[in-house]
């Protein structure tokens, strides 16, 4: 079967640093999606990776490699406001994508 | 500004109704989607659409159809809804390319009593 992982909650403090983990086993793979999704909110798009090796964008930074299936979310920084769910997603062989049930970051002062 | 809109944030009804979820996309988008989200599980997809009038099932269509007269609307329908249709309701939208992001709606929080 298909399988996205990742941790279910995190708790991380204010101006520090977070490594949100993925690991996936998928039928084929076209690419993993990085989501931010505030309580009750949609989810909006972070980042996507295709190609191995490290993403930056800001204060986020996403990372992917492909032979170990893992990537990770990198939050610099850390503001209250990244207080969130965030979702990875995986792009198999038939081009459907595949979610996993997503880590909550809890930010404390 | 780029807009996924759901017809309604908050539903309640009752067992055996008919429930109509209304999805509609400002973006020109050719793929729609409906999926459903529930605490500890990924999304999960219902339906989606690629075309006017065309429909795919997705991973869990039993108890769902799904609508697409026009480009920029996707309805999804419960036909007899039941307890365990309890969720959040989140559709999608996105260009034809696979490869890029997809634009969500607010969602519909669905409680059937």
């Known amino acids: 079967g298909q399988n996205i992982d990742q941790p279910t909650e995190m708790t991380a403090t204010e101006g520090a640093i977070v490594q949100i983990n993925c690991t996936y086993q998928?039928?084929?793979?076209?690419?993993l999606f990085w989501y931010q999704q505030h309580a009750g909110e949609a989810p909006t798009f972070l980042s996507y990776n295709v190609l191995d090796g490290l993403e930056e964008k800001g204060r986020f930074s996403s990372f992917l490699s492909r032979s170990k299936g893992y990537s990770y979310l990198l939050l610099k920084e850390l503001q209250m406001k990244d207080s969130a769910s965030y979702l990875c997603?995986?792009?198999?062989?038939?081009?459907?994508?595949?979610w996993g049930a997503g880590t909550k970051l809890i930010i404390k002062p | 500004d780029v807009k996924v809109t759901q017809s309604s944030r908050y539903l309640v009804k009752r067992t055996g109704e008919k429930v109509f979820l209304e999805c509609v996309q400002d973006?020109?988008?050719?793929?729609m989607f409906w999926y459903r989200q529930d605490p500890g599980l990924g999304l999960r997809l219902i339906y989606f659409?690629?075309?006017?009038?065309?429909?795919e099932k997705g991973d869990i269509p039993e108890g769902y159809s799904v609508s697409r007269e026009k480009k920029e609307r996707f309805s999804l329908i419960l036909e007899s809804a039941s307890t365990n249709q309890t969720s959040m309701y989140l559709c999608?939208?996105?260009?034809?390319?696979?490869?890029?992001?997809?634009?969500f709606g607010q969602g519909t929080r669905l409680t059937v009593v």
């Open positions: 659409s690629y075309d006017v009038k065309m429909k």
């Open positions: 998928t039928s084929g793979f076209n690419g």
């Open positions: 999608a939208s996105s260009p034809p390319s696979q490869s890029t992001e997809a634009f």
């Open positions: 973006m020109d988008h050719e793929n």
């Open positions: 997603a995986v792009l198999d062989s038939n081009y459907q994508l595949i």
